[in-house]
Structures are given as structure tokens and as C-alpha cells.
Nanobody, 119 residues
Framework: QVQLVESGGGLVQAGGSLRLSCAAS????????TGWFRQAPGKQRELVAA???????YYVDSKKARFTISRDNAKNTVYLQMNSLKFEDTAVYYC?????????????WGQGTQVTVSS
């Protein structure tokens, strides 16, 4: 079955950087839209950034300057580079994939990776 596995989370000081990775098995990212979502304690899960099968990228406006989503087709891995991290970026980060465009239900989800930013 399809499996998405995130890695790269951890504890970082405010102002620092992390790169999250999402690797897939039995799913080819270049044929799907892949999104990075996050969920902070007590808050709803939110989309952070996404990349379409064609390579177009989308960011929630407030993340555009600090986050970069990218994809390595050879490694079948999607990345989220996060710079200038803030305390409020603390959350569990999930990657997810769906056939089609940005909007709609994401069918495949990873287990999440914790990002903790200390102030």
C-alpha cells in the first residue's frame, strides 16, 4: 500500500532552519500534488505549501518568504525547507498527496514529524 514517511523534524531555536523530507513508496510524487500541512496543539490542521505534478508551487501567504517546497523526482522525495523559524511554527508537520490540483481531499498522508521551535 502507499506509504508516505516524513523526516527531518526536531528541536531548533528561533531563527534557525530545518529541512523536512517526505519519501513515498508505491506512489510517484511527480504524478500527484503534494502538500505540507501542519497542526499545532489546539489548532486545526492547515496547509503550508504544496507542489503540483507539474512543479508549480503554492504557499500560504505568510509562509512564502520563509518556506520553500521542492521535489526531487529521482529520489521520489518532497522537501520543505523552513528558514527563520518562529515559535509559532511549532507543530506536527505532515505531507500528503492527492491526484489532481491543489484543492480537494488529500488521499494519502504520512504519520507526521514534530517541529519544535524554542523561543
Amino acid at each position: 500500500q502507499v506509504q508516505l514517511v516524513e523526516s527531518g523534524g526536531g528541536l531548533v531555536q528561533a531563527g534557525g532552519s530545518l529541512r523536512l523530507s517526505c519519501a513515498a513508496s508505491k506512489l510517484t510524487f511527480s504524478s500527484y500534488t503534494t502538500g505540507w500541512f501542519r497542526q499545532a496543539p489546539g489548532k486545526q490542521r492547515e496547509l503550508v505549501a504544496a507542489i503540483t505534478s507539474g512543479g508549480s508551487t503554492y504557499y500560504v501567504d505568510s509562509k512564502k518568504a520563509r518556506f520553500t517546497i521542492s521535489r526531487d523526482n529521482a529520489k521520489n522525495t518532497v522537501y520543505l525547507q523552513m528558514n527563520s523559524l518562529k515559535f509559532e511554527d511549532t507543530a506536527v508537520y505532515y505531507c500528503a498527496a492527492r491526484a489532481g490540483g491543489l484543492w480537494g481531499e488529500y488521499n494519502y498522508w504520512g504519520q507526521g514529524t514534530q517541529v519544535t521551535v524554542s523561543s
